[in-house]
């Protein structure tokens, strides 16, 4: 029976690859804007590149400056102040100090999920 029908498909098609629809240009117009769209897509995948390799070049200067201005040794003092102080003050600072804490990790994480849901749907 799947034998039929596939013989049934393929005459049905050879048939209908034979016709020929007017279109006005149709078709040509829209293979045209396929090519300039197939174009605009590798000109714009340069330029993901190029942020990509822009990006880890501000993060290796970063890194290089953090350790050029001792940036170890400042944190781990101003940790350690930190630590020093945290008994002194009332609980509601801490609290309001983790809760700014936690909605600020929590809007970077869903900057990060809409992006990277656009960048899938592209």
Partial sequence: ???DN???LRQFF???AH???EDNGFTERVMQRLETSHKAQ???LKVQSFTRLWTAFCILVAFLLFSALHGWELLTVQLEVLLRTLPTEPFSGRLF???TIFIGLLIAGA???ISSS???RK
């Fill in 1 to 3: 029976m799947t034998e």
């Fill in 6 to 8: 596939d013989l049934l």
């Fill in 14 to 16: 050879s048939e209908a």
């Fill in 19 to 21: 016709q020929k629809i």
């Fill in 42 to 44: 590798s000109s714009k």
């Fill in 97 to 99: 100090m983790l809760v």
């Fill in 111 to 113: 900057s990060e999920v």
């Fill in 118 to 120: 656009e960048t899938v």
